[in-house]
């Protein structure tokens, strides 16, 4: 897996933030129910995500979440790294084996390496509007 079960949900709730812009908060439990997330899991998550100012809480009645930010101005990177935390500062073995590097290689890599990058790369290229876009794009394909 690329990221946590944690770092998936955040993904989610972000992409439904984005998609339903709204002036209003939108209530996490509409957020857990449209993703089927447990209530309780995705609170936890919003926790961190307000910490990190990718959402913020509004407390009350009329209480919720919004972007902390233009979507266009958040990238994938950020939601996992929020989560998930940084990437290690020594690689990790795609195997589960010790430490991974050049110097003391896996036998998957040299296979492994670029792969990681362009994940990598890829995720910091990857803003949270675009995302919703598609995904919203996806799921007019399905109803047809």
């Known amino acids: 897996m690329l990221y946590s079960k944690s770092a998936e949900y955040a993904i989610q709730a972000m992409i439904y933030l984005s ?3 709204s002036e209003k908060p939108i209530m ?3 957020i857990a129910a449209s993703y089927d997330i447990p209530y ?3 609170a936890k998550i ?6 990190q100012r990718l959402v913020k809480a509004t407390r009350g009645r009329n209480g919720g979440i919004n972007l902390g930010r233009p979507s266009h101005e958040i990238y994938v990177n950020e939601i996992v790294h929020a989560i998930d935390g ?3 500062e020594r690689e990790q073995c795609v195997i589960g084996l010790d ?3 050049d110097e003391t290689p896996c036998p998957l890599h040299d296979k492994w390496k670029p792969i990681r990058y362009k994940i990598a790369e890829m995720l910091a290229g990857e803003h949270l ?3 919703a876009e598609r ?3 996806k799921r007019e394909k399905m109803k047809k």
């Open 19 to 21: 998609e339903n812009k």
């Open 28 to 30: 996490i439990s509409k």
């Open 40 to 42: 309780q899991f995705l």
């Open 46 to 51: 919003v926790q961190t995500l307000v910490k």
């Open 86 to 88: 940084p990437p290690p």
């Open 99 to 101: 430490l991974c590097s």
């Open 129 to 131: 509007d675009d995302l």
């Open 135 to 137: 995904v919203t794009a």
